[in-house]
């Protein structure tokens, strides 16, 4: 069942005039651009992140993203995902939004990188160079409301099914991640 414990007050932590760092296929820096132009119509690639975060009892925070989201609001999707800011190290910007999001902090391991784009209607596009990062931690989750309408711990057994029995609910880079999170996550953490 999700859960939807929020922190008080919880401060607006994301803005569309916020600059992103604009990389090239390799991952190369190449400039900043807003966060709102890099969204604009087919997208403009910039750097990205995901974070999976399971507990001990190899469960995964899933989050859905708020309904006032521009792009996949009200969509489930991995426990945290953000941008690094202009000038900001990649290291600094999860462990920013990890505990912005959800209140919590662990430590990270990196798993892969890919690039994607997925357009979402008229709304605008994610184009994104994007590292894949997994943890564990069984802390208290407290989610900021701006950036999270619900969240739940899911089995990856479950979590398949769901998505088996309706993509459509989970963000795009969500359903490409998965596989190789859920195939990999064990042997990144040794669990």
């Known amino acids: 069942m999700p859960e939807r414990s929020a922190a008080p007050d919880a401060p607006v932590v994301s803005s569309e005039d916020e600059l992103l760092i604009l990389v090239d296929e390799d991952d190369n820096e190449v400039g900043t651009l807003s966060k ?6 087919d997208g403009v690639l910039h750097r990205a992140f995901s974070i999976f975060v399971f507990n001990r009892d190899g469960e995964l925070l899933l989050q859905q993203r708020s309904a006032e989201k521009r792009l996949w609001g009200g969509y489930w999707s ?3 995902c953000s941008h690094p800011r202009a000038g900001e ?8 939004r990890l505990e912005q999001e959800l209140g919590l902090d662990t430590e990270l391991v990196h798993l892969f990188t890919f690039r994607y784009h997925a357009r979402f209607g008229d709304a605008g596009s994610e184009r994104e160079v994007c590292s894949v990062w997994v ?3 069984d802390g208290p989750v407290r989610v900021n409301p701006h950036e999270i309408d619900a969240w739940r711990w899911i089995a990856p057994a479950e979590l398949d099914a769901e998505i088996a029995a309706d993509p459509g609910r989970f963000t795009p880079w969500f359903l490409e991640e998965w596989p190789r999170v859920r195939d990999g996550w064990h042997r990144a953490l040794e669990v």
């Open 36 to 41: 709102a132009a890099c969204h604009d119509g």
């Open 78 to 80: 991995n426990s945290c």
């Open 89 to 96: 190290v990649l290291e600094e910007a999860l462990h920013r």
């Open 135 to 137: 943890g564990r931690s």
